[in-house]
């Protein structure tokens, strides 16, 4: 398999990991316990500040190749593309009702806990849907040439989480899977 394909394999397990995570939190979060809104918060922004300027923005460039190749059902590119704008989205205003919660707006826990698990719930499919059916696609119809062009194209920025930890950013996350890796 190609450096690229390993790369995204890799980001899926680890987006796994924090999705099973965060999922605990929500967990807490229903059963009535204040979870911890700064690593929730440290969760979405590594969400936000890989997932979406490194990892989709990838994807998307394998996908567009083949569309453009004419490579069918073309739907098992374009809805992932798509997709990633409204994970996107979920993630925001899941991240916009933790922050509500800690200025102490008024909002229901019901609402705020089906926020987060909407995004849970569609980033887990997500994820299936491209491993079953794009991904495959991409590593049977693109060549060597299409392969060094996407990587030449693609954002180049170390996982700040997983790859170049930067736990001064991501301190409680970090910290956090430091622990259940111990376990």
Do not use: C
Request: no cysteine; proline share 5%.
């Amino acid at each position: 398999m190609n450096a690229i394909m390993t790369r995204l394999g890799q980001d899926h397990e680890r987006l796994r990991r924090v999705l099973n995570l965060l999922e605990e939190l929500l967990d807490r979060f229903h059963e009535g316990e204040e979870p911890d809104y700064e690593l929730m918060d440290e969760l979405l922004e590594y969400m936000d500040s890989y997932a979406d300027i490194v990892h989709h923005p990838t994807e998307d460039l394998i996908f567009q190749r083949l569309i453009d190749k004419g490579v069918e059902p073309s739907e098992s590119f374009t809805i992932p593309m798509r997709q990633h704008t409204g994970l996107s989205q979920l993630a925001k205003q899941f991240r916009e009702s933790l922050r509500g919660i800690l200025s102490e707006e008024v909002l229901l826990r019901e609402d705020v806990e089906a926020a987060g698990r909407a995004l849970v719930g569609n980033q887990r499919g997500h994820l299936i849907q491209e491993e079953r059916e794009a991904f495959p696609l991409a590593i049977e119809h693109l060549t060597e040439d299409d392969w060094a062009e996407i990587e030449a194209a693609a954002p180049v920025i170390e996982d700040p989480l997983f790859g170049a930890p930067d736990p001064q950013r991501f301190k409680v996350l970090y910290r956090q899977l430091i622990e259940q890796a111990q376990h």
